[in-house]
């Protein structure tokens, strides 16, 4: 299991960034990916592995119309 | 100036002219404020006290200002007292910084409220080069009138106009032939107008114009919010408009022009690096959140009912890029290289007075997109468009047009409203062509859109008492709060954002917060107090814009690179530093972020104030419809029934054996009573007392005690 925005999901072998973004849908832009406190360079998104019992943050800057 | 045009200015008719000694700008003031009233014909100058600058800055402030002491309590949007005063503020004018060329509206609304609305354009900017901090208008003329303001040959004159056309798109270009020398003067005048749909609802908006040189066409912006065009064109104004020909990057006075440059130069690279990579404002402008609030199932749908659509991909911004002229410099104002103002070009309209013509449409913001389209149910891009022209010149707020239709839309498919009531309009949601043809209708002042002009809040009553309505089901799906119309996104799902709605000076309207993504997405303000100081500093930080005559758009629409590495990236720290350098170089002064913070806080405890002494501003008013906090109906829970299940269990039902009827009950009860948890953390980070009133303590730390404000709060203790 791990945790993204401090909400449970399922753990799947090999799953990068950007895989668990397309899971959730955070297509925005403005975003920050910090996996166990570390920054994830935007470049690495697709390359990037998630580890089993990772803790994921993705923050979302605010924008609004 | 063609024959036509000559004809129209022949029949002006001279009501009153002042010439004045031209003045300068020193750090951002001209330090005098225009005063005009309609009913006697009175042109005069005020003064602008040093204590008016220190108070209130500018912008809002100063036509909070100017309101305050024109009105009683007693006195309605329509009375001759009410004035439309339009200030930029001190930062107003600059060029060397992107989104620096604001307009603050501050009137009595047809809502009830006090209300102020920002809007882009060359008007406030070049008001203030011609000699004036503000324009404050009061009484009523007997016949249609234009105020036109010389800044260069120093004079201002009323004129009865009666041959001009009202419809926007039109007058603004027959005003721009008329008043300009030549072509290239064009780019000089700046224009306030309204359209027919401003004298036929409550709804009416203001355009602010300003010439595309690229295009040959006059633009327009809008203030939208809270009915001030239909204010305006009650007081018979046609048309406000201020020539001024010379803007150069030190016409606004700067102390320290350096610092501008210093800051426009870092944001001026980053938009040029960034944008691109991240909200793409320069190709496409605002309708780039249409597909993120579908994907973050944020986007209204039939009346808020859902929050995204298989359809809504039909409204994306790769569809409207292609009807968006690109590589134009689409800034609002001189030196904005976000360049937002996307326009559709020769766009050939296919109903109404001007079917057939093709029209450069001011077209689409994410709101416009999201009220007249999602959320009545409407996925045809082309229909947004046209919707939008004619709402544009009929003088109509798009987002209180798109929220009403789709309220009277949800009415008539519950059997509140049918046929016999609409005139014959099928009004289901998604009838695209019922939807333009009520457009008109409002625009028009006939059938049913008399009563849709009304606006949701009037609409509610006269469905009940007239119609038969449930009053607890319609109060419960009318989006409007204050009497002013929700914009457009579903705050069901973000107990912050519900108070970033509701706990406005003006009504629902997201310019003082939009917290759906700090709360909902990132879970970073889990607790009320959280929340509570999120809906402290935020409100107040964006206020600030709106003393100052600047637009929000370039503080969080980019960010630099490394923003995620500072301590607080929502805030975006290096531009929030940007401001202060902005603020500090053009009058000398020196504050701090803190004192940016003081500065908004006393304007907008004020405001609230204001909202008391015209009989508002206290807690009841608070208090938005459930539709904005949670599902009214089965059919919405169990469009969500997995999120309300879990959450129902989180707080500890055992919803085995619970109808979704009974869950209903249940979440609503527990919302309802978190919500009310929340306005008392709010009013307490605030200074206000437990129903909603600002403290003594509070407006003494503020320096606002005068003795009417305390005379008035002490009631209320």
């Known amino acids: 299991m791990i945790k993204v925005n401090k909400e449970a999901m399922e753990y799947k072998e090999g799953i990068t960034v950007q895989d668990v973004l397309n899971e959730k849908k955070y297509t925005f832009r403005l975003i920050t990916v910090v996996v166990n406190g570390k920054i994830v360079p935007r470049d690495e998104y697709s390359s990037y592995k998630i580890n089993d019992g990772d803790n994921i943050d993705v923050i979302h800057i605010m924008s609004g119309g | 100036m063609t024959a036509n045009i000559q004809e129209m200015r022949m029949a002006h008719k001279l009501l009153a002219r002042m010439d004045y000694e031209l ?287 298989p359809d809504a991909v039909k409204l994306h911004s790769e569809v409207f890029k292609k009807y968006f002229t690109q590589g134009m410099p689409d800034g609002c104002w001189h030196g904005c290289s976000m360049a937002c103002a996307k326009a559709v070009d020769n766009f050939t309209l296919k109903t109404g007075p001007y079917k057939g013509q093709k029209v450069c449409v001011d077209a689409a913001e994410y709101e416009t997109i999201a009220g007249l389209g999602s959320n009545c149910g409407i996925f045809d891009p082309e229909y947004v468009i046209e919707a939008n022209f004619y709402c544009d010149t009929y003088g109509l707020d798009t987002i209180s047009t798109g929220t009403l239709i789709a309220f009277i839309m949800e009415c008539y498919e519950a059997g509140i409203l049918n046929k016999e009531i609409t005139g014959g309009l099928d009004l289901r949601f998604g009838n695209a062509e019922a939807a333009m043809e009520l457009i008109h209708q409002m625009g028009n002042g006939v059938g049913f859109g008399k009563i849709a002009g009304l606006g949701v809040h009037r609409m509610k009553k006269i469905f009940v008492e007239e119609y038969g309505a449930d009053p607890n089901f319609v109060q419960d799906i009318g989006m409007e709060l204050k009497g002013l119309e929700y914009s457009e996104y579903v705050s069901k799902e973000s107990l912050a954002q519900q108070g970033g709605y509701a706990l406005t000076n003006k009504g629902p309207q997201h310019d003082e917060a939009w917290l759906i993504f700090m709360d909902m997405v990132n879970k970073q303000i889990p607790t009320f107090e959280d929340k509570a100081e999120a809906l402290f500093y935020f409100p107040m930080f964006r206020t600030w814009f709106g003393l100052n005559g600047l637009c929000k758009l370039p503080w969080n629409d980019i960010e630099p690179a490394d923003n995620a590495t500072t301590d607080e990236p929502a805030k975006v720290p290096e531009h929030v530093q940007n401001y202060i350098d902005l603020f500090n170089g053009v009058t000398g002064k020196n504050i701090t972020k803190e004192e940016l913070i003081l500065q908004s806080e006393r304007v907008y405890n004020f405001q609230r104030i204001f909202n008391l002494k015209m009989g508002y501003g206290t807690r009841e008013y608070d208090i938005p419809p459930y539709r904005s906090m949670g599902p009214v109906t089965v059919e919405e829970y169990e469009s969500r029934a997995e999120r309300y299940d879990n959450q129902l269990k989180e707080i500890g039902y055992d919803i085995e054996g619970m109808s979704t009827e009974e869950k209903v009950k249940a979440l609503r009860k527990y919302r309802e009573d978190q919500y009310q948890k929340l306005c008392d953390a709010v009013y307490k980070r605030r200074g206000w007392t437990s129903n909603g009133v600002p403290t003594l303590e509070t407006v003494k730390r503020l320096g606002i005690d005068f003795p009417d404000v305390v005379e008035l709060i002490s009631k209320h203790q």
């Open chain 2, 23 to 309: 003045g300068k700008v020193e750090k951002g003031y001209t330090n005098r404020t225009l005063y005009i009233n309609l009913s006697d014909n009175t042109i005069k100058s005020k003064p602008v006290t040093e204590q008016m600058k220190e108070i209130f800055v500018g912008g809002r402030g100063f036509g909070l200002w100017l309101l305050w002491n024109a009105v009683t309590g007693n006195t309605k949007w329509n009375d001759p007292e009410n004035e439309i005063i339009i200030s930029t503020g001190p930062i107003g004018g600059i060029t060397q910084y992107p989104g620096a060329g604001k307009s603050l509206v501050v009137s009595l609304s047809p809502c009830g409220s006090v209300m102020d609305s920002n809007v882009g354009g060359h008007f406030g900017p070049l008001l203030k080069f011609a000699g004036w901090d503000a324009i404050e208008v009061q009484g009523k003329a007997e016949n249609d009138v234009i105020v036109y303001i010389d800044g260069n040959k120093g004079y201002v004159t009323i004129e009865e106009a009666p041959k001009e056309d009202v419809d926007s798109h039109l007058l603004v270009e027959q005003l721009t032939d008329m008043y300009a020398d030549s072509e290239e003067d064009k780019r000089n005048i700046a224009i306030v107008s309204a359209g027919r749909g401003a004298e036929n609802t409550l709804i009416g908006m203001l355009n602010f114009s300003f010439y595309d040189v690229k295009r040959g066409v006059p633009r327009l912006k809008q203030a939208g919010r809270g009915g001030i065009g239909t204010v305006f064109r009650d007081k018979k104004i046609k048309a406000l408009v201020v020539k001024y020909a010379g803007v150069k990057g030190d016409s606004n006075g700067p102390a320290d022009k350096q610092k501008l440059i210093n800051a426009g130069i870092k944001l001026h690279k980053e938009i040029h690096d960034l944008d691109k990579l991240q909200n793409r404002m320069r190709e496409v402008g605002t309708a780039h959140l249409t597909e993120i609030m579908n994907d973050y199932d944020l986007l209204p749908v039939m009346n808020y009912k859902y929050g995204s659509h």
